[in-house]
């Protein structure tokens, strides 16, 4: 599932460039980026893709549960501006394409007319998501196996996302989060762009500072039970973070994601419910 938020008007590209951690100044029509709206502070308020769909018109496809989020936070901005703000998440759904071959069997589906493609890959793994109006996910489905993916579910998604390391609203992403303890940076901050609100404090952090916590992978191996999401992750008698999401692996085992103090380097030995486990720089593999 995906929360989706449309900005149209004469303003909507000026409003969101001013607002958004990504530069998007250039971002043609067709095109896709990921972006971030910060609190003034530098955390997190919301993370999305933007994908301008027309001169005057974007879509921000967040996580699901992100949308109103998103929307307040954009509309605390919108004074004298020719932009509207519109929530379709009701009239839309999402349908992801994971793996090698994801551009060419969404390339030869033969897609509904409406459907958007939206360019959304993981560290190692390419991958784009279809969004189609609501009812239309089952077609899509079958359209996208004809021409050669294979099915998966909920659960098999959530390992592989938890194997390559990619943050998920209500998990490992809160308003809590600095971008750089997630390695949201990378991919959807500008340094070098005009400003926007919380740039301040992820620029000073980029030039001449630290985050106290990262995101890690922990991988507790094939013996060990799936850890509880909130159980400490624990170095000698000190608790260095807490897992947020966690999964069996066919790969690895059991496996699980969590913010760890940026003290303990991987690879590193720590304990996690008492069950030793390696942390380890994301993706897993």
Not at 199 to 228: F, K, M, T, Y
Not at 252 to 268: C, D, T
Request: glycine share 8%.
């Amino acid at each position: 599932a995906a929360s989706v938020r449309t900005l149209s008007g004469a303003d909507a590209a000026s409003v969101l460039q001013s607002l958004a951690s990504q530069d998007l100044a250039d971002l043609a029509v067709g095109a896709s980026a990921p972006s971030l709206l910060l609190q003034p502070q530098g955390k997190l308020v919301a993370a999305f893709r933007v994908h301008r769909v027309a001169d005057q018109e974007v879509w921000l496809v967040a996580d699901e549960g992100v949308g109103e989020t998103l929307r307040a936070g954009l509309a605390r901005f919108k004074i004298r501006v020719a932009v509207e703000i519109a929530a379709r998440t009701e009239q839309l759904a999402r349908v992801s394409v994971r793996g090698p071959r994801a551009e060419a069997i969404v390339g030869a589906a033969a897609l509904d007319g409406e459907a958007l493609v939206v360019v959304a890959p993981w560290p190692s793994v390419p991958g784009l998501d279809v969004i189609v109006p609501r009812g239309r996910e089952a077609a899509t489905l079958d359209a996208l196996m004809d021409a050669g993916a294979a099915p998966a579910d909920a659960a098999q998604l959530e390992v592989r996302r938890i194997e390559q390391g990619v943050p998920r609203a209500g998990a490992e992403l809160d308003e809590t989060v600095i971008p750089q303890e997630a390695f949201l940076e990378r991919e959807a901050v500008s340094f070098t762009k005009g400003c926007y609100p919380g740039q301040e404090l992820v620029c000073r952090i980029d030039s001449r500072g630290h985050v106290n916590r990262l995101l890690r992978g922990l991988v507790l191996g094939p013996d060990a039970p799936v850890p509880e999401v909130g159980a400490p992750v624990v170095v000698g008698d000190k608790v260095v973070g807490a897992v947020t999401s966690a999964a069996q692996s066919a790969a690895l085992g059991a496996i699980a994601l969590a913010f760890v103090r940026r003290e303990v380097e991987p690879p590193a030995t720590v304990a996690v419910g008492g069950i030793a486990a390696e942390a380890r720089a994301l993706p897993l593999r």
